[in-house]
């Protein structure tokens, strides 16, 4: 079962708090996607685990009962601190996305 949830996050793209759309596939964190930009982070747990503690992983990527303060706070840390070399994809569909754009100013 997916759910969605909308919230401000800070975006590495946009370099600044932007609409994020965050997707969970049952209880757990699937993608984090910025509304503005579309740069999203897909999470993959085996190369999180590479990068984070188990109890990171707990208090992040398990489903709130609601989307707290604290755990928006923890979010956005967290894709802050997200290693570069995890979102190699995302990066590629923004430059798409700008293409797109420019194609339509033409
Ligand atoms: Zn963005």
Same mark, same amino acid.
């Given at each position: !079962?997916t *759910?969605? !949830?909308?919230?401000?996050l800070?975006?590495l #793209?946009?370099n600044? @708090?932007c609409? #994020?759309?965050?997707?969970? =596939?049952?209880?757990? =964190?699937? @993608?984090?996607?910025?509304?503005?930009?579309?740069? #999203?982070?897909? !999470? +993959?747990r085996?190369?999180? =685990? @590479?990068?984070?503690?188990?109890e990171? $992983?707990?208090? $992040?990527?398990?489903? /709130? #009962?609601?989307?707290?303060?604290?755990?928006?706070?923890d979010? %956005?840390?967290f894709?802050? %601190?997200? /290693?570069? &070399?995890?979102? *190699?994809? /995302? =990066? &590629?569909?923004?430059?798409?996305? !700008?293409?797109? $754009?420019?194609? +339509?100013? +033409?």
């Amino acid at each position: !079962m997916t *759910t969605t !949830m909308k919230t401000e996050l800070f975006c590495l #793209h946009c370099n600044r @708090e932007c609409l #994020h759309t965050i997707t969970y =596939l049952g209880t757990y =964190l699937k @993608e984090v996607r910025c509304q503005e930009c579309g740069t #999203h982070i897909e !999470m +993959d747990r085996k190369k999180i =685990l @590479e990068t984070y503690t188990a109890e990171v $992983i707990d208090r $992040i990527l398990t489903k /709130p #009962h609601r989307l707290t303060e604290e755990v928006r706070k923890d979010l %956005s840390n967290f894709i802050k %601190s997200f /290693p570069i &070399r995890i979102i *190699t994809k /995302p =990066l &590629r569909v923004a430059k798409e996305l !700008m293409e797109v $754009i420019k194609e +339509d100013k +033409d």
